[in-house]
Nanobody, 120 residues
Framework: QVQLVESGGGLVQPGGSLRLSCAVSGSGFSINTMGWYRRTPENDRDLVAT???????NYADSVKARFTISRDNAKNTVDLQMNNLKPEDTAVYYC??????????????WGQGIQVTVSS
């Protein structure tokens, strides 16, 4: 069984910073691309940022130069450093990992979601 657990969300004022973390637990697996997505009442789960196992990153245009994604392959973790937060960044953020388990195809796994609220 593979589980993703997020931490680090909360309430922050505009212009502030938050760091989200996600830990992947379980046994007998390897992780390909990891990423963060977010969902608002108006939008489906949209991509925020992804990072491959080789460290290649991709960002949504709306967060470029403000957010930084990083991962620790040894610890099976992925972080999202969010700076200069704006009210429109308010959303539920989801951690994602494409996981290869023994005898199974690569499949996406999701965390439970964590709330980020940017408000004065």
């Amino acid at each position: 069984q593979v589980q993703l657990v997020e931490s680090g969300g909360g309430l922050v004022q505009p212009g502030g910073s938050l760091r989200l973390s996600c830990a992947v637990s379980g046994s007998g697996f390897s992780i390909n691309t990891m990423g963060w997505y977010r969902r608002t009442p108006e939008n489906d789960r949209d991509l925020v940022a992804t990072i491959t196992s080789d460290g290649i990153t991709n960002y949504a245009d709306s967060v470029k130069a403000r957010f930084t994604i990083s991962r620790d392959n040894a610890k099976n973790t992925v972080d999202l450093q969010m700076n200069n937060l704006k009210p429109e960044d308010t959303a539920v953020y989801y951690c994602n990992a494409y996981v290869k388990r023994l005898f199974f195809r690569v499949a996406p796994y999701w965390g439970q979601g964590i709330q980020v609220t940017v408000s004065s």
